[in-house]
């Protein structure tokens, strides 16, 4: 156990896997102020539910503060300059709380729904400070950024309350902000504790206009008789080169109120994330969202919580509940018990971790976590967590199903070219044995509104070995297959398919008939690389992403202008799962006649083939095996001899890769297949 300091909202870093993770190469960032269009979250697949913080019925308000008469006279600012200083919007101010910010970038996202918003509420307009509602004139208002604003609430007296919680509404979109509430025990000659706000945000992501936040401060202000708090706009964020703050933080209903008795809550602790899962056992394994049924392995899950409620927790465990598509539960995983847990007591994934668990098959699972103890039940407890997984015939990605923000060509210092992700293949073909390959029919990607629709992408299928970040791949390296598309604004705004099919031709009861048929590959684990080429003046790529996990090392990879490869950015988790999907593919088919009569004569396996092989003849007997190649020249001319349901085995391994026609004569059978050699 560990006692307090809950800080919510630290670096995300894989709880199994801390080396992995920090075995990332990550890039500043290179984000610049433009117009705020925040592009609405899509929840395009499954349905992921997060934990909401829920206020309790029956609560006990020791002090509130709803700006209905303006800032306090009590309180005080204090921020890195005189003119960065929150304001007071109320019904006959000018501007009124009507308005939100007058910022040239975020005019217009409107005010904060809290409420009492009706009577006012205060704003720390970042926006307008730095640019004096102007874009023109970016750093040349009443407060340019890097600026910090603090509001800095009265004295107040909570020497009878051990047990407290704050509440307040908020809302606020990110550009490059920390945000935080700040305690002091003496009167404010101190500050000792800190809650980091927003972690979550990316850049150009909001919450939404009525967000309630609430905090157990116990260990803080709990007591004692000087409390005070500091709101803090810290429009000093690091790692964007190019400027930091902007946007707005809007506060209303401020209360400090008694606690619930018995809530336990997710928390990142020590580096770790709040909730986790590791694949295959193995922490540098990516976390795909969707598993393809060739591929399927073990999943294991593991928490960090702490004890939120006035009363001690014992027993405390992780539940995680899997159900299937049609809501049946399939089974419970439970982790070993910990605690006992009192208030503010932290119990970290070294206990909390389940046992592995294999999905049985294809299908759409929900996987619910759960924190139960001797007085939280699983269906009573409110730390709950429904996250969607799939295990697919055909899709393959590393996203969960969510966007979360989106990244492009600008989001990084030397500008974004190219970005991936990346995807075990080890198994082959289950409807292929033998032969080695996996079969591609494409790649989806979740491109935005915003991209140029007149670029042009490649993509291309890299096999890892030998990648390393800045240096990427080693020298003389090729694709195992690329491709170039050009886009068209029926492409954006959604998940769109870019095909790797081919078309080739099935002979059929003495007929070629035209198929469209999958790339195929070795096994092996590929990087799915997309290179971007904007082609519009000014024109970005911008792909959607999703972070409900961090993902360890390789998982996912970008290159910038300058060479060097990444993976991710420093203090952030805007590219973490881009939503660049893999399309996998049944072998194809290349029979040469569904005649009855023929089909229990013979067959070829693997086909497509790397080279070796096998002919299956169900009738005895002599049989002439010929192989050519589409030009006619004869690579093999064999005599076969063979008894009923007899095996004969052939190696054309010495054949270059392509389509060659391999006929077979004798015992009234004359036939010729397409037999493809990889």
Sequence with gaps: MKKAAILLGTIFVGSFGLSAQSSKNLAPSAYKPEVYKPEVKKQYQGNTQRNTLIESAAVTTFWSEDF???IPSGWSQNGNIATSVWEYRGPRTVPS?????????????GTIQSSSAGNGFVIFDSDYLDNGGVAANAGSGPSPTPHIGR???DTIDLSAQNAVELSFTSYAPQFFTNYF?????DGGATWNDTIEL?????VNEASVEDVQLSFNVSGYIGGESEAMMQFIFAGNKPGNINGTGYYFWQLDDIELRSLPENEIRFTDLGGAPAKDVTFNGDPAYGKYGTLNDDQNVSLSFDANVYNYGSATQGNVKLEVEIFDGNGSLVTTLTSPAGGPMAMLDSLDFTILNTPSWTAPGPDNYSLVYKITSDSLSSSNTTTVDTVAFNVSENTYALDWGLIDNYFDTQSAAGDMVAAGTRYSLENEDSDSAGSGLVFIDGVDIFLSLRTDSTADLEIAIYDTAGFQFNAGFPGGT????????????DLLGQLSRFSFTETDSVYNNGTWTEVEVPQAIPTGTYFVVVNFFPNATNGIVRIANNASYPQPGEASIFQTGDGDWFGGFLNSNTFEAPIIRLVVADAPRYDVSIKEADQNQFSVYPNPTNGEGSILFERGGEYQV??????????????MTVNENEKRDFNLSNLKSGVYMMQIEGEGLNKTIKLRVQ
Excluded at 181 to 185: D, E, H, P, T
Excluded at 198 to 202: K, Q, S
Excluded at 478 to 489: G, I, K, V
Aim: a neutral charge.
């Design 151 to 153: 509001l800095m609430t």
């Design 626 to 639: 010929r192989v050519l190649d589409m030009t006619g020249a004869l690579h093999l001319n064999e005599t």
């Design 198 to 202: 927003f972690t979550e945000l990316e």
């Design 68 to 70: 209905a008469s303006g």
């Design 478 to 489: 090729t694709p195992q297959t690329s491709r170039t598309f050009t886009l068209n604004a």
């Design 97 to 109: 709380n009507s308005t939100g910010s007058r910022g040239a970038f975020a005019a217009g996202t």
């Design 181 to 185: 509430v700040a305690f002091s025990k």
